[in-house]
């Protein structure tokens, strides 16, 4: 059987808008989007005229499921704080499907997720990316793993420095973690080249971030922070995503020689921290318009992560286009992610992952009346 959505204002986010504007879709995926499409004798016709159409959001960044809402103790899996070096620790391990979040997620049109360790650790583990709709996470799971966590600054040096008197009590120290545990991985490498050796489940995320197939996600906020993951990166030639990128704006032209991608906040919050003193909701402006591509994030539960949009129009306020507003929480996160070959954008060939709201979503008064995931109706 066919879906159709019919008569509302497509926004594809990779392609033209079309208003008024048709979508189809067929066993879970969109078949077909456009402008008067002819439609299949069979379809089911979902009239949404005067409505705006677009594709399911993607949080970039947060850690539904792992810290859960309610149960702050129970439902708290987010550091393990014993090492300040677990690369070996999968978020696959730790999500809670039944975590309230998700419903919050979906009522809001966050259909897809980036959910990972904290940042209490400097490597703290691997990430993936997951749908907000299901209850078994094997089967939510769009890419496992989606990254492997790491984290400069305050946050490891107050966990095991200042709390624990060991490694890392400074910046420096960190930093020299990092790159040993890089190096380690660079000489396992050469040992399964060779066919030597006894797995090693602590190097072998590490094996991937220097093959390229998976990125270093770093925790970074300071602007000298910043430049110390982009000198990593580039020592050891990593694929590199900058989350939180507080002091963004400082370096925005390094940021852009280096083409690398950012995801920015939470800026929702209190200046709870030290290096929190500069967030601003110009950060995503300045670095939008000096090319760098930029998804924005809650960081739930920093931020509950219904007020993703909100963040987007807040972003707009303070000189973020309202295009790479919109493109901020649905096709870029899904590039900087490596799931826009599923979601993220509406077009043939992709997950049937979509919403449909009573305006555009950086307008307050806009509602989230129906989504879809997979083609099937969850919110309505």
Same mark, same amino acid.
């Given at each position: 059987?066919?879906?159709?959505?019919?008569?509302?204002?497509?926004?594809?986010?990779?392609?033209?808008?079309?208003?008024?504007?048709?979508?189809?879709?067929?066993?879970?995926?969109?078949?077909?989007?456009?402008?008067?499409?002819?439609?299949?004798?069979?379809?089911?016709?979902?009239?949404?005229?005067?409505?705006?159409?677009?594709?399911?959001?993607?949080?970039?960044?947060?850690?539904?499921?792992?810290?859960?809402?309610?149960?702050?103790?129970? &439902?708290?899996?987010?550091?393990?704080?014993?090492?300040?070096?677990?690369?070996?620790?999968?978020?696959?391990?730790?999500?809670?499907?039944?975590?309230?979040?998700?419903?919050?997620?979906?009522?809001?049109?966050?259909? #897809?997720?980036?959910?990972?360790?904290?940042?209490?650790?400097?490597?703290?583990?691997?990430?993936?990316?997951?749908?907000?709709?299901? #209850?078994?996470?094997?089967?939510?799971?769009?890419?496992?793993?989606?990254?492997?966590?790491?984290?400069?600054?305050?946050?490891?040096? /107050?966990?095991?420095?200042?709390?624990?008197?060991?490694?890392?009590? #400074? /910046?420096?120290?960190?930093?020299?973690?990092?790159?040993?545990?890089?190096?380690?991985?660079?000489?396992?490498?050469?040992?399964?080249?060779?066919?030597?050796?006894?797995?090693?489940?602590?190097?072998?995320?590490?094996?991937?971030?220097?093959?390229?197939?998976?990125?270093?996600?770093?925790?970074?906020?300071?602007?000298?922070?910043?430049?110390?993951?982009? /000198?990593?990166? &580039?020592?050891?030639?990593?694929?590199?995503?900058?989350?939180?990128?507080?002091? &963004?704006?400082?370096?925005?032209?390094?940021?852009?020689?280096?083409?690398?991608?950012?995801?920015?906040?939470?800026?929702?919050?209190?200046?709870?921290?030290?290096?929190?003193?500069?967030?601003?909701?110009?950060?995503?402006?300045?670095?939008?318009?000096?090319?760098?591509?930029?998804?924005?994030?809650?960081?739930?539960?920093?931020?509950?992560?219904?007020?993703?949009?909100?963040?987007?129009?807040?972003?707009?306020?303070?000189?973020?286009?309202?295009?790479?507003?919109?493109?901020?929480?649905?096709?870029?996160?899904?590039?900087?992610?490596?799931?826009?070959?599923?979601?993220?954008?509406?077009?043939?060939?992709?997950?049937?992952?979509?919403?449909?709201?009573?305006?555009?979503?950086?307008?307050?008064?806009? /509602?989230?009346?129906?989504?879809?995931?997979?083609?099937?109706?969850?919110?309505?």
């Amino acid at each position: 059987m066919v879906l159709a959505l019919v008569g509302g204002t497509v926004l594809t986010m990779e392609g033209p808008v079309y208003s008024p504007g048709t979508v189809l879709i067929k066993d879970g995926k969109i078949c077909g989007v456009g402008e008067r499409l002819p439609l299949p004798p069979e379809a089911e016709v979902l009239d949404v005229t005067g409505k705006v159409v677009m594709p399911g959001l993607v949080e970039a960044h947060c850690h539904l499921g792992i810290l859960e809402e309610i149960y702050r103790i129970e &439902g708290n899996d987010l550091n393990e704080i014993s090492d300040p070096v677990t690369p070996h620790l999968r978020a696959l391990d730790a999500v809670n499907p039944e975590d309230e979040g998700f419903k919050d997620a979906l009522a809001a049109g966050i259909t #897809t997720v980036l959910t990972g360790p904290g940042s209490a650790n400097v490597i703290g583990g691997q990430t993936l990316v997951m749908k907000t709709h299901g #209850t078994v996470v094997d089967k939510m799971v769009l890419r496992q793993p989606a990254g492997l966590k790491v984290a400069f600054g305050e946050n490891p040096k /107050r966990v095991h420095g200042e709390q624990q008197k060991k490694q890392p009590a #400074t /910046r420096m120290a960190i930093t020299a973690l990092l790159r040993e545990q890089l190096v380690k991985a660079q000489n396992y490498l050469k040992k399964l080249s060779r066919e030597e050796g006894e797995r090693d489940l602590r190097l072998e995320p590490l094996v991937q971030v220097l093959r390229k197939e998976i990125p270093l996600q770093a925790h970074v906020h300071r602007a000298d922070d910043i430049m110390t993951a982009l /000198r990593i990166a &580039g020592e050891f030639q990593l694929d590199l995503i900058l989350v939180h990128c507080t002091e &963004g704006h400082k370096v925005v032209e390094e940021l852009a020689r280096y083409n690398v991608p950012v995801i920015v906040g939470p800026t929702l919050t209190s200046r709870s921290k030290v290096e929190l003193k500069e967030r601003t909701f110009r950060t995503p402006a300045l670095l939008s318009k000096a090319g760098v591509k930029v998804a924005l994030m809650t960081d739930h539960p920093v931020i509950p992560v219904q007020y993703l949009p909100l963040c987007a129009a807040l972003a707009v306020k303070e000189g973020m286009a309202e295009e790479e507003a919109l493109k901020a929480i649905t096709l870029y996160p899904a590039q900087i992610l490596g799931v826009a070959h599923r979601v993220g954008s509406i077009a043939p060939g992709k997950d049937a992952d979509i919403i449909v709201a009573s305006g555009s979503l950086l307008d307050l008064k806009s /509602r989230v009346e129906m989504v879809l995931v997979n083609g099937e109706v969850v919110v309505s």
